[in-house]
């Protein structure tokens, strides 16, 4: 049972947009901890997609956006190409235990 | 470049004992936080421990208090984890990781090392 809830799946068609959610609670997202996203291809270490709710790091493209409200957050995906398919998780920092992950989502491109 | 390469990980029995080395280059190693963070077969990511940048300061994940010991190297650009009392769930990848400042999550990743906990 992972501290941060995301779906377990989502799938979308090649250009759709496809949104992934995260949800916490009031030691950690709600906190006002900032939300991170990790994109982790089949067999590689997990790249940081999202930092801090909605920046993003040189290189990633503008089509991956985040966003937070409350204690709940989401990282949105526009244009959706068959190399996104990957699993995506959440991550933030929770008062009591350090840091925290989502269980993961895996998206899959219809 | 910022290069991290875990080495150290393989098969061993419940109750039995590894250390887990990363060795860091191309970035200044004594300014970072550094984490261990691992990931079960066909599981998600588990935050395992981190280390302030001279080692004054550790935190653990609950499950491997009193069992895993975290330390660094500075002066060999190297982060280790020592693991004991080892059970069959620690079996996971384990990756090193870098703290990026302020929290926001960790922006480098080694490519892991495979610790098998199994009769």
């Known amino acids: 049972q992972s501290v941060l809830t995301q779906p377990p799946s989502v799938s979308g068609a090649p250009g759709q947009r496809v949104t992934i959610s995260c949800t916490g609670s009031s030691s950690n997202i709600g906190a006002g901890y900032g939300v991170h996203w990790y994109q982790q291809l089949p067999g590689t270490a997990p790249k940081l997609l999202i930092y801090?709710?909605?920046n993003r790091p040189s290189g990633v493209p503008d089509r991956f956006s985040g966003s937070k409200s409350g204690s709940s957050a989401s990282l949105a995906i526009t244009g959706l190409q068959a190399e996104d398919e990957a699993d995506y998780y959440c991550q933030s920092y929770d008062r009591s235990l350090s840091w925290v992950f989502g269980g993961g989502t895996k998206l899959t491109v219809l | 470049e910022v290069q991290l390469v875990e080495s150290g990980g393989g098969l061993v029995q419940p109750g039995g004992s590894l250390r887990l080395s990363c060795a860091a280059s191309?970035?200044?190693?004594?300014?970072?936080?550094m984490s261990w963070i691992r990931q079960a077969p066909g599981k998600g990511l588990e935050w395992v421990a981190n280390i302030k940048q001279d080692g004054s300061d550790k935190n653990f994940l609950d499950s491997v208090k009193g069992r895993f010991t975290i330390s660094r190297d500075n002066a060999k650009n190297s982060l280790y984890l020592q693991m004991n009392s080892l059970r069959v769930e620690d079996t996971a990848v384990y990756y090193c990781?870098?703290?990026?400042?302020?929290?926001?999550?960790?922006?480098?990743w080694g490519q892991g090392t495979l610790v098998t906990v199994s009769t």
């Open positions: 191309g970035f200044t190693f004594s300014s970072y936080w």
């Open positions: 990781a870098r703290d990026t400042p302020n929290k926001k999550g960790h922006g480098y």
């Open positions: 801090d709710d909605s």
